[in-house]
């Protein structure tokens, strides 16, 4: 939530309070939480972005169940690019993250750090890739 807001920070956007749901991590509570929040809301945005995949089709299920159309009506993306998404029905658009790359580096940096205690900590960015499958409306 906080790289979201900071994102509409930048570009001037508002950030409405009403428009984010806060729902469970796993497929089940996503979709639960997903039900209840459209069960309280009775307008919603024209897209979500999801912590993650997991919670993205939960939700899906939740947004199709209420007669919503991905992407006709609502565009969702997520974030971590698991193989179901790839199946999931719309397939899920995604951001892919280099995991195994990123605990390598970790493994690495954690053993210079025992080797060294007095090395210098340092903040490292792995990047990502888009990954566009379905689920986002082409404008």
């Known amino acids: 939530e906080i790289g979201f807001k900071r994102v509409m920070e930048r570009y001037g956007l508002p950030v409405r309070p009403e428009y984010i749901a806060t729902v ?4 089940e509570s996503a979709y639960e939480g997903m039900k209840r929040y459209l069960d309280e809301t009775p ?3 024209t897209a979500y972005f999801a912590d993650n995949d997991t919670i993205a089709i939960g ?8 007669g919503y159309g991905i992407p006709e009506d ?15 029905d719309p397939p899920l658009t995604t951001i892919n993250v280099y995991k195994r790359e990123m605990g390598e580096t970790a493994v690495r940096e954690l053993a210079l750090a ?10 490292i960015q792995v990047c ?5 499958r379905g689920s986002v409306r082409k404008i």
Request: proline share 4%; hydrophobic share 45%; aromatic share 8%.
């Open 24 to 27: 469970g991590t796993r497929i």
């Open 43 to 45: 307008v919603i945005p």
């Open 59 to 66: 939700a899906m299920r939740a947004l199709k169940e209420y």
């Open 74 to 88: 609502v565009s969702i993306i997520g974030f971590d690019n698991i193989s179901f998404g790839a199946i999931s």
């Open 114 to 123: 025992i080797e060294d205690p007095k090395k210098v900590r340092m903040k």
């Open 128 to 132: 990502t890739d888009f990954v566009e």
